[in-house]
């Protein structure tokens, strides 16, 4: 059975951190892209940052320089790290992978970001 597990997310004043991690099990980890995804009320599900198997990266121009995207395929988990985090990065932040062959994705649950003084 496949699972993506989130976990670290939280409350932090703007200027803080928090590192988001997506833990897969039930596949072979290192043959997927992951990519994290938001969605604050009222808008849009946008594309967050995404890595592919080969580390290479991409990011929303709203995050550049302060999200980094990462994995460890060891551990069958990705990662965001956020920092100088702001207002309107609150949202829920969503795990994504997608296998690079073969029509299998998955999504993880889902965990909240809140960035407020």
């Known amino acids: 059975q496949v699972q993506l597990v989130e976990s670290g997310g939280g409350l932090v004043q703007p200027g803080g951190s928090l590192r988001l991690s997506c833990a897969a099990s039930g596949i072979s980890f290192s043959i997927y892209y992951v990519g994290w995804y938001r969605q604050a009320p009222g808008k849009e599900r946008e594309l967050v940052a995404a890595i592919t198997s080969g580390g290479s990266t991409n990011y929303a121009d709203s995050v550049k320089g302060r999200f980094t995207i990462s994995r460890d395929n060891a551990k069958n988990t990705g990662y965001l790290q956020m920092n100088s985090l702001k207002p309107e990065d609150t949202a829920v932040y969503y795990c994504?992978?997608?296998?690079?062959?073969?029509?299998?994705?998955?999504w993880g649950q889902g965990t909240q970001v809140t960035v407020t003084s």
């Open positions: 994504h992978i997608r296998r690079w062959i073969g029509p299998y994705e998955y």
